[in-house]
């Protein structure tokens, strides 16, 4: 158990609708990753957020949002849902930012199909 | 920018040694090294900073050239549970993300 929780586990919903992916980062994390892997592919890093500012952006759609709150938790909107948008999410957090603490702590994951 | 890993997959026997390969076109801050395991979250291995340092728990090794920006990961007596899909991050000066590579898949046999 990494300590970092991801909600829903698994979730079934239908092109065009709109979900919300929650991320709860290990106690005392300030840094929460968003990571999207589809099936059998690598992991395409999202977004960053460390105290709940926006720090580093990749290469994420612009019907995706995110936002970490001041509790820390983040949450990943996905909008206008499209069939390629079926994945596993993914959410990890570390205490700063990378290399200054080095491991990221990686949640279950939240398996997305679009139907 | 992703980095580019190599080979895409390879198959050992147990005991067996074999060298995972990242490659960067940009100059890298530090080089990451997760494993994950099918239907599994991934997990760190070890991280490589600019000027050397190193910080792993895993028994397993590796290095990083700094002036050709790539990294090697060294699976040395492989275990049965070292099988897993390894993957490098690379992060880059200031740059606040980890971009990984399309990943290895290392399958260990008895």
């Known amino acids: 158990d990494s300590g970092v929780t991801q909600t829903p586990k698994h979730l079934i919903t239908a092109t065009g609708q709109r979900v919300t992916l929650r991320c709860s980062p290990r106690?005392?994390?300030?840094?929460v990753y968003w990571y999207q892997q589809s099936l059998d592919q690598g992991l395409q890093f999202l977004i960053h957020?460390?105290?709940?500012?926006?720090?580093a952006k990749g290469n994420i759609l612009e019907r995706f949002s995110a936002q970490q709150f001041p509790d820390l938790h983040s949450e990943l909107n996905l909008s206008s849902l499209e069939l390629g948008d079926s994945a596993l999410y993914f959410c990890?957090?570390?205490?700063?930012?990378?290399?200054?603490?080095?491991?990221?702590?990686f949640g279950e994951g939240s398996r997305l199909t679009v139907l | 920018q992703q980095p580019v890993q190599s080979p895409q997959a390879v198959i050992l026997r147990e005991g067996e040694d074999a060298v995972i390969n990242c490659s960067s076109s940009?100059?890298?801050?530090?080089v990451h090294w997760y494993r994950q395991k099918h239907g599994e979250a991934p997990v760190f291995l070890m991280i490589?900073?600019?000027?050397?340092e190193q910080k792993g728990h895993e028994k397993i090794s590796a290095s990083f050239n700094e002036k050709k920006q790539q990294s090697s990961l060294y699976l040395t007596a492989s275990q049965l549970s070292y099988s897993g899909t390894y993957f490098c991050?690379?992060?880059?000066?200031?740059?606040?993300?980890?971009?990984f590579g399309a990943g290895t898949t290392v399958t260990v046999r008895a």
């Open positions: 990890a957090s570390s205490e700063g930012q990378l290399s200054n603490t080095g491991e990221l702590f």
């Open positions: 106690s005392g994390d300030l840094s």
């Open positions: 957020y460390y105290n709940g500012e926006e720090r």
């Open positions: 940009k100059a890298l801050y530090s």
């Open positions: 490589l900073l600019k000027g050397g």
């Open positions: 991050g690379t992060e880059l000066v200031n740059d606040y993300k980890l971009s």
